[in-house]
């Protein structure tokens, strides 16, 4: 299992980790398989969505801060119940396929850290699984 460590820079964050997952995967030499990355915080989570575009990431945070506001009447007394709603809504782990050795994303697609109670230090677990096929 390997760790990306992150520092976040601010309250709400999209973190293109993309290229950091790319680097395991390669290193872990699994030509074929699945690349299982996790999120182990409960007010930040993870996404795959377009990376070329820095619009798409502005818009999703612009509309899950409209959808749920940082000040909505939430019971949750530490003030960050909107980063536990929007990190539910976004997911704690993604399975990305892994075929020739490469991440198998479509030509737009990004892997995201999404933070919603920065700043902080943030960790991520990526392991492999390699095929049945593939030992």
């Not at 619009?55 to 119940?81: R, T």
Request: glycine share 8%.
């Amino acid at each position: 299992m390997d760790i990306i460590n992150i520092r976040t820079k601010s309250r709400s964050e999209f973190v293109d980790i993309t290229s950091k997952v790319a680097e395991i995967v390669s290193k872990s030499k699994v030509k074929s398989g699945l690349c299982i990355i996790f999120c182990p915080h409960t007010t930040a989570g993870l996404t795959i969505n377009e990376n070329a575009d820095p619009d798409v990431v502005s818009d999703i945070q612009n509309f899950l801060n409209k959808l749920i506001p940082h000040n909505g009447s939430y019971k949750h007394a530490e003030g960050n119940a909107d980063a536990h709603i929007k990190a539910s809504l976004m997911g704690s782990f993604l399975n990305v396929l892994v075929e020739d050795g490469k991440l198998v994303l479509g030509t737009w697609q990004g892997i995201f850290f999404t933070e919603f109670d920065g700043p902080r230090g943030r960790n991520v677990y990526v392991t492999m699984l390699p095929a049945l096929s593939d030992h």
